[in-house]
């Protein structure tokens, strides 16, 4: 402990301490993601690569039409799901492991908030999930990338000029298009929710097991939002539904994220071209919801005793 | 006066019972009060469940009372930055198990706002402090006990705290461990740091503590300067060297010609610790 | 429990904030996604039956795929009921996806035909059988549209099967009518829809005016079949000579500058049955004009 030092720390204590301090946050942030990059959450990549490159491998022996497509939907379904399980899986182990192994402590003695450490915590996912889906996107890239090729020869090979010319156009004109970018984005998007959900339960949650089955359980029901709103105020009328039904729908609608509304990949896949209004609403409810969660975590966790 | 480095000021915690069946309340800790000075090393002790954890909780903020309120240097533990001039070793610490010696170091420093070249130096400082030197580039994963303990003490330390916080700090670990944890704390004791130490090991409180307060049943039942506390007030001991039994003697006479009575006498027995740190030092045992 | 009660407040709050949002946002979507078409209301409450399906969430349309692609074996193993069944359950798991109604319906109506026509020797069963399978093409293709109000190749499609298969001509040109209406749609699509009213007893004159609307659009749209049908109709219908085409290509041929345009469909006339002398006339004066070889000047067709 030479002079220079003391003088150093005393004069970080005599610093006003900030309410919210993005070097707090960055330091969980980063240690977050280094811990799991550590944990080799990578090498789940590697199952989707597999996956990707198997499809691929299994259609080639079929002679049958729209491959391009399946190739499209196969790969976005498989990123849809890895990264809402990676987001989910991840963000479930968190919070009990730093509080059984007292990790937590050590951290909350420091001069760090709670809301820092959550805000730290979901940014470190984050940031897995965002290098995660660009590994997912180059994969799915380059197989896509082959696939147009091969299809665009097919084409040339078996229909008659003015069709394939037409279709080749649409196929070139509508693989690699803005709004696929966009879908992924969403795919992204859908994930971080998925986290900010899982982090919000585990920060009531006794044990990961209860979170992450209740995390999942939300999710699986949000794709049955739709159903639910249909049933008090869609053409099926509340009128049909018995009266505790219909208070049940209304329930989950109120409560239940709507993860259709994020699942818009499906559409992108059949070439239906999203606008920039839709991706920006959804931008937007997909920020909602994290800041929420964030905000409803903290006020479960604020108050916990540790 | 110097503002006090902990005042406790009639501090109660009830938990409620998680038990769905008895909604009843559970009494922690009771009505506490107590000040530690800064520069004084504190010991609180107390059997299991006695509420001394819980109460360190609170002074470190991660625990909210019912009623009552804790400080540290004047500031409310509930406020964020008391904790910037205070480092906590918790009982049983584990740290990031993917993460480098120096690399947990790097993370709590950045966690208390140091960085760069200062915050560098700090931790190649504070490896050398607690002997993790050669160490400091292996995960924290593969650490022994004592080594966890000793990362976990230096992470405490991190950001030049005047108060240490340490929860059985030498719990698990052999004893080569164990007194250089204790040498350590002494140290920092000379420097002037203030440390509050939870122990069930009595021998080590009495050795390094300058007051102790024991809680039992949530409720801090004595409190003093250890010396006054344990001294027996009307007995002396010497301890000779090279005394002849002629001499031992006479010494014996003219204790009882001036009205005084001998209680015991005995060879002094080396304490069992020293004579096993010897033994391991004498075979060249390594340093874990 | 403070702590507790607040965030299931804020949940609160937010969710009666967000589920209008959400249902104006999917209401949204749902307009982009068919394109300004409606949906059915039967198909709505089809949507809604449905519920397994969407808990698929993000794989719903990899295990149509999947599913799509066992129908291949199916085939392969001349199995039409299973086809059927796989068919019915992958469009239902991707309405969306135009291919799936597509294929479906060629494989029955095309496909499934054929094979009746290969394998049932007994006539009238045959020509029941193979309606039957033209009917489930033509379900494929109703429902398909039904699910995509907006797509012009399914009309295309139910158009060629109202036509080649059951010889309904004035569906097949509704069809068409219906898919050069949709974005995208190739020009032929516009013909066929009034080629094929040429065909239907009782809407010639309708017709007619269509094909000639055509011919006056440009000279792009001189086509053989469209001479064919016009000629046939002007026969028909006893339109005087001076307003028959053959007038104005005749006229076209005549005028200097517009040599090489006049020709083909001078040809076309002849070749579709014109046997004018003042066509047969200008078409010789052009192939001399033009130094067309004999070798490829037009044949007269023999007398009917």
């Given at each position: ?26 330091a ?32 080639a022996?079929?002679s ?78 380059v ?62 949650a ?41 208070i ?59 | ?11 109660t915690?009830?938990?409620?019972n ?65 904790r ?13 198990k ?33 002997g ?33 916080v ?36 009595l ?64 060879k ?13 030092a ?7 | ?9 804020v949940?609160l ?95 029955m ?194 007398h009917?």
């Amino acid at each position: 402990m030479t002079s220079g030092n003391t003088r150093t720390a005393a004069a970080v204590h005599a610093s006003a301490h900030k309410l919210f301090s993005l070097r707090r946050t960055a330091a969980i942030a980063t240690n977050t993601f280094r811990d799991l990059v550590r944990q080799k959450v990578f090498y789940f990549m590697l199952v989707f690569g597999l996956i990707i490159i198997g499809v691929s491998l299994a259609l080639a022996s079929f002679s049958f039409q729209g491959q391009l497509q399946t190739v499209m939907d196969v790969c976005l379904g498989a990123m849809s799901v890895f990264t809402m399980l990676l987001a989910v899986l991840a963000t479930a182990m968190m919070l009990p492991k730093d509080m059984e192994d007292r990790t937590l402590y050590t951290i909350l003695a420091k001069p760090v908030s709670r809301f820092e450490y959550l805000v730290g915590k979901l940014a470190g996912v984050t940031m897995i999930l965002v290098v995660a889906t660009l590994l997912m996107t180059a994969a799915f890239f380059v197989v896509l990338h082959f696939w147009q090729g091969r299809e665009i020869e097919n084409l040339q090979l078996t229909e008659p000029a003015e069709r394939a010319a037409a279709a080749i156009s649409k196929i070139k004109a509508g693989t690699f298009t803005p709004t696929l970018l966009g879908g992924i984005g969403v795919i992204l998007l859908r994930s971080i929710v998925c986290a900010a959900l899982t982090l919000m339960l585990s920060c009531f949650a006794t044990s990961w097991l209860f979170t992450v089955i209740v995390s999942l359980m939300v999710i699986l029901a949000g794709h049955l939002v739709p159903i639910a709103r249909s049933v008090w105020q869609g053409p099926l009328g509340a009128a049909d539904a018995p009266f505790h039904i219909a208070i049940l729908m209304r329930l989950i609608t109120v409560f239940v994220p709507d993860m259709q509304l994020f699942n818009i990949v499906d559409d992108i896949a059949v070439g239906i071209s999203v606008d920039a209004g839709v991706f920006l609403h959804i931008a937007g409810l997909g920020a909602g919801y994290v800041l929420v969660y964030l905000l409803v975590g903290w006020l479960f966790f604020a108050w916990r005793e540790l | 006066m110097s503002t006090p480095a902990i005042t406790i000021e009639n501090l109660t915690k009830e938990f409620t019972n998680p038990s769905v069946f008895s909604r009843g309340k559970v009494t922690a800790v009771e009505n506490l009060s107590l000040t530690v000075e800064p520069g004084q090393v504190y010991g609180l002790l107390g059997p299991n469940g006695s509420g001394k954890s819980t109460t360190m909780k609170i002074v470190l903020g991660l625990v909210v009372p019912t009623s009552g309120r804790t400080c540290i240097f004047g500031r409310d533990s509930r406020d964020v930055e008391s904790r910037e001039a205070v480092g906590f070793l918790p009982e049983n610490p584990y740290f990031y198990k993917f993460l480098t010696g120096s690399e947990t170091l790097s993370f709590y420093g950045r966690l208390c706002g140091l960085g760069g070249k200062m915050l560098r130096d700090r931790s190649r400082e504070l490896l050398a402090l607690v002997g993790l030197e050669t160490a400091a580039d292996r995960r924290v994963g593969g650490y022994s006990k004592g080594m966890l303990q000793r990362i976990g003490l230096a992470q405490a330390l991190v950001q030049d705290p005047r108060l240490l916080v340490l929860d059985e700090p030498t719990a698990g670990v052999d004893p080569a461990g164990s007194h250089e944890i204790r040498d350590l704390i002494l140290r920092l004791k000379q420097r002037g740091i203030t440390v509050l130490l939870c122990s069930h090991l009595l021998s080590q409180v009495q050795e390094i503590c300058d007051r102790i307060g024991i809680m039992n049943h949530g409720q801090l039942v004595r409190e003093g300067a250890l010396d006054d506390l344990i001294s027996i007030e009307n007995q002396t001991e010497f301890v000779l060297e090279n005394a002849s039994p002629a001499l031992l003697a006479e010494l014996r006479e003219r204790a009882s010609a001036a009205g005084a009575r001998v209680v015991c006498e005995q060879k002094p027995q080396q304490n069992l610790e020293r004579y096993f740190l010897e033994v391991t030092a004498e075979q060249g045992g390594e340093k874990k | 429990m403070k702590g507790r009660i607040l965030g299931i407040l804020v949940l609160l709050v937010w969710g009666i904030a967000k589920s209008s949002f959400e249902a104006r946002l999917e209401q949204r979507m749902e307009n982009t996604r068919l394109g300004g078409f409606k949906l059915t209301a039967s198909l709505r409450q089809q949507a809604g039956q449905a519920g397994f399906i969407a808990a698929l969430g993000g794989l719903r349309a990899t295990v149509a795929d999947l599913l799509w692609i066992s129908a291949d074996s199916a085939w392969r193993k001349v199995q039409y009921g299973r086809m059927k069944l796989i068919f019915d359950t992958c469009t239902a798991m991707q309405p969306r996806r135009v291919l799936f109604w597509d294929i479906s319906a060629w494989h029955m109506a095309w496909n499934g035909a054929a094979h009746i026509a290969n394998h049932e020797p007994d006539p009238v069963a045959r020509a029941a059988k193979m309606r039957e399978f033209f009917l489930l093409g033509k379900d494929f293709l109703e429902r398909g549209i039904e699910s995509n109000p907006g797509s012009w190749e399914l009309h295309d499609r139910l158009g060629m099967l109202y036509h080649d298969k059951l010889k309904d001509s004035e569906n097949a040109s509704k069809s068409y009518e219906e898919a050069s209406k949709r974005p995208g749609a190739l020009e032929y699509t516009r013909r066929f829809a009034a080629y094929y009213l040429a065909e239907v007893p009782g809407r010639e004159r309708e017709a007619y005016a269509r094909l000639m609307a055509l011919f006056h659009e440009s000279e792009h749209e001189w086509l053989p079949t469209l001479f064919r049908h016009i000629q046939e109709l002007e026969a028909k219908l006893d339109i005087p000579d001076a307003e028959r085409i053959w007038h104005a290509v005749v006229k076209l041929a005549n005028t200097p500058g517009n040599e090489s345009s006049a020709y083909p469909g001078l040809v076309d006339l002849i070749k579709t049955g014109s046997r004018e002398p003042a066509v047969v006339e200008a078409a010789r004066a052009l192939e001399q004009k033009m130094d067309i070889p004999a070798a490829r000047r037009v044949k007269l067709p023999p007398h009917k």
